[in-house]
Every structure is written in C-alpha cells, then in structure tokens.
C-alpha cells in the first residue's frame, strides 16, 4: 500500500472501536459498555460507513470481561443489530494471563478477526503487558485453528521487527494486516515521520490500519488515507470529537473520517469489499 493506492482510489476500510476496556461513561457517557448499547453502536457505526467492528466485553459493573461467554453475548447482540459487519474481538488485556486473553476467540461462530499484540508496552503508572514471542504465537496458533484472521497491532517500530519474525516463524495468509498505533508512552510517538518510517519498514504485500490516540485520531486517520492506508476510530481510542467537546457517539467519529476519505477521493469500502481486500 502507498500513495499509488490513494491515486487509484481505492476504497477504505473504517474499523470502529467501540469502547475498549479501560475508560468507561466517566470519559465520555455515550461510550457503550452492556451487549445491547454495544450492538446498537455497531449498528449505527456500520450506517456511517464502518465495515470492521473492533469489540471488547465488560461486566455489569463496567469492568473489562474476558469470557467467552460474556463475548458470546456482546457479538450475538452485534450480530443481531448490525446488517454484515465484519467481527473483530479483541485478545488485548494488561496484565491478564494468557490462557484469559484466549478466551474471546472462543465464541460461536468464531470472530472473522482478532487483534494480535505483537510485543510488551507500559499502560498507566504501574502497569505492563508483557506479549511474549510464546504469547504471540499461543495467540496466533489458536486463531489459525479457528480460521481468525489477525490483525497485528504494532505498538511501536520495535513490534515492526517481531511482525517480520512471526512472518518468518508461521505462514500467515495473504495479505499481512497490521494496525499502526501512534501515542503516548511506549506507542510511537505522534509524529509525521514516523508515520511514513513504519510504513517502510512493513512486511511487502501488507496492508495497513491507522490508530492514533486521543488527538491524534484525527490527523493520522487522514494521513493513512492519503498513504494508501485503512484507518480505525471510536470512543475506545479517543472520547473528543474536537477538543474540549465529547464525541456524540462512535458513528459521529466514523461519519466523519467516511467523509474525509470520500472527500479525498477514495471510497469507503462495505463490509463485503472489506471481506475482499483482506482475503476473510
């Protein structure tokens, strides 16, 4: 993907986050957390233009659920509520043991994607994930089992060099998807030139997503549409719609960036074409 792919109009993938599993309506009180408000999010999000849905489950009380059930519940509610997006759990989850984190691919049917950590990163003051070379490959190996398509979330440039190694370790199907994230922290830092940097240095063939934290959502969702790029927004990456206002819901952030990429040229790709560009 490059440039030429912006040239030649090529549609755009808008992944939505819907929520995440760190920050709740104390952020942002439009943020979904039970099965049902995430399921109606989907649907609106997927109006908008989303054809990728990146889920996470809480409890009751709001915290972050692992079970395969609770995920069972949150995706038949998308499933329900939503036309023909494409499913995509997340395995993210600081500081929880593996074995846990395996749990969301585990649902019936299983999820079209998955996210893949693919290194360790520091969240917060105390906390840190470790996603061990075994990690990752428990992780993946268990996805291929279920036919799971990975989308390999690449943190900073040195999780760049651990994508190269699983590509030499496993044969991953054609094409390569990784999500480059830009932020605070251990993310890379929220610079232009990084941006085209980890660019370079994918795998040849891959395709990527472009997540930037908070404000940066904005301008690097605009950078990889211009580079070619698939880009992911919503309240779990960034609960503002423009500073100091809340975002009104996760489709009001995907309306938005659908609006930019159609303004620019490039369509916004449904569900079906998603299917096809990334081989699911």
């Known amino acids: 993907m490059s440039y030429q792919s912006y040239l030649d109009a090529d549609p755009v993938i808008v992944t939505a986050a819907l929520a995440g599993g760190v920050h709740g309506k104390e952020a942002n009180p439009n943020l979904p957390e039970t099965p049902d408000e995430l399921g109606a999010a989907a649907a609106a999000a997927e109006q908008a233009g989303a054809s990728i849905v990146h889920l996470h489950a809480r409890q ?7 079970s395969t059930a609770r ?8 499933r329900e509520q939503t036309d023909n997006i494409v499913v995509q759990h997340s395995t993210g989850g600081t500081g929880a043991p593996i074995e846990t984190r395996l749990q969301p691919l585990r649902t019936d049917p299983a999820p079209e994607m998955a996210s893949l950590d693919m290194g360790p990163l520091n969240r917060y003051d105390h906390l840190t994930t470790e996603n061990t070379v075994a990690d990752v490959n428990r992780v993946y190996d ?13 943190f900073n440039d040195g999780h760049l060099n ?3 190694g699983l590509l030499d370790r496993r044969e991953l199907a054609d094409p390569v998807y990784g999500t480059l994230i830009f932020g605070p922290g251990t993310l890379t830092p929220p610079r232009p030139r990084n941006f085209l940097n980890a660019i370079d240095n994918l795998p040849d063939g891959a395709l990527f997503n472009t997540l930037g934290f908070g404000r940066h959502q904005l301008p690097f969702a605009t950078m990889g549409i211009l580079f070619g790029g698939h880009v992911r927004v919503g309240l779990e990456d960034n609960v503002y719609y423009r500073e100091g206002e809340l975002a009104q819901s996760n489709a009001q952030l995907v309306e938005r960036v659908a609006d930019i990429a159609e303004t620019l040229g490039r369509p916004v790709a449904t569900p079906e074409q998603a299917r096809e560009i990334l081989n699911l």
Do not use: L, N, Y
């Open 71 to 78: 995920f069972q519940e949150v995706t038949d509610a998308v």
């Open 162 to 164: 651990e994508v190269h």
């Open 60 to 66: 009751d009380s709001g915290e972050r659920a692992f």
């Open 142 to 154: 268990e996805m291929a089992e279920r036919g799971i398509k990975p989308e390999m979330e690449i």
